[in-house]
């Protein structure tokens, strides 16, 4: 599961669930537990599988629904070389993002693995954090899907030892006339990662 399937959860799970009705979602649900034995909630972070239920009961019409879905949490606005923008439009993950930079450590942290990934001794050094709080505010960034694993390297005892990145690239916060909008780029191998963004924006 990747760090933005992990931001977008809660979102998607609460906009299906107020679009499709009770009666649906409980028939989605029992179809979902046949198959896999999972819920809803469960299926967005493996996303192939609600995909294919949905399309079972809406046919070719379940992609557009997808998109719609999706739409109300975020929506793509570009893509190039650099890494493809994203507008945030869902309230809760707008709160997040910026109470996150708003944060000086966090802030720290993110912009430390903004470029390479690193592990978290690294990012502690380079940060100055003590490693208490820095592993308590990592695990956060990490909890929240802001931040996220990017491979390992090998240690001295044969043990591997994780390496992360952070999800965004860039971030453009604006707030006119009490609107908040915030509009984020991902790297593409964070872009690639997502199995929602991939089987939505699929062609």
Same mark, same amino acid.
């Given at each position: 599961?990747?760090?933005?399937? =992990?931001?977008?959860?809660? =979102?998607?799970?609460?906009?299906?669930?107020?679009?499709?009705?009770?009666?649906?979602?409980?028939?989605?649900?029992?179809?979902?537990?046949?198959?896999?034995?999972?819920?809803?909630?469960?299926?967005?972070?493996?996303?192939?599988?609600?995909?294919?239920?949905?399309?079972?009961?809406?046919? *070719?019409?379940?992609?557009?629904?997808?998109?719609?879905?999706?739409?109300?949490?975020?929506?793509?606005?570009?893509?190039?070389?650099?890494?493809?923008?994203?507008?945030?439009?869902?309230?809760?993950?707008?709160?997040?993002?910026?109470?996150?930079?708003?944060?000086?450590?966090?802030?720290? %942290?993110?912009?430390?693995?903004?470029?390479?990934?690193?592990?978290? =001794?690294?990012?502690?050094?380079?940060?100055?954090?003590?490693?208490?709080?820095?592993?308590?505010?990592?695990?956060?960034?990490?909890?929240? *899907?802001?931040?996220?694993?990017?491979?390992? %390297?090998?240690?001295?005892?044969?043990?591997?030892?994780?390496?992360?990145?952070?999800?965004?690239?860039?971030?453009?916060?604006?707030?006119?006339?009490?609107?908040?909008?915030?509009?984020?780029?991902?790297?593409?191998?964070?872009?690639?990662?997502?199995?929602?963004?991939?089987?939505?924006?699929?062609?």
């Amino acid at each position: 599961m990747s760090g933005l399937d =992990s931001l977008l959860a809660n =979102s998607l799970d609460t906009t299906i669930r107020n679009n499709l009705g009770e009666k649906t979602i409980h028939a989605i649900e029992k179809r979902l537990f046949e198959k896999y034995g999972i819920s809803i909630t469960q299926a967005i972070l493996e996303f192939h599988k609600l995909d294919e239920v949905l399309r079972e009961f809406f046919g *070719g019409g379940a992609k557009g629904l997808e998109k719609k879905f999706l739409e109300n949490s975020c929506k793509l606005k570009s893509k190039n070389n650099d890494g493809d923008w994203l507008m945030i439009k869902d309230v809760n993950m707008i709160k997040l993002i910026i109470e996150t930079f708003g944060e000086t450590d966090k802030s720290n %942290i993110l912009n430390a693995v903004c470029e390479n990934s690193k592990i978290i =001794s690294d990012i502690l050094q380079e940060t100055k954090l003590p490693q208490t709080s820095g592993y308590r505010k990592i695990n956060s960034l990490v909890n929240d *899907g802001l931040l996220v694993e990017d491979g390992f %390297i090998p240690s001295h005892d044969t043990r591997k030892v994780m390496k992360y990145r952070a999800l965004f690239s860039n971030i453009k916060i604006n707030i006119i006339k009490n609107k908040t909008s915030v509009l984020v780029q991902m790297m593409r191998p964070n872009f690639n990662g997502s199995a929602i963004l991939q089987i939505i924006y699929k062609n």
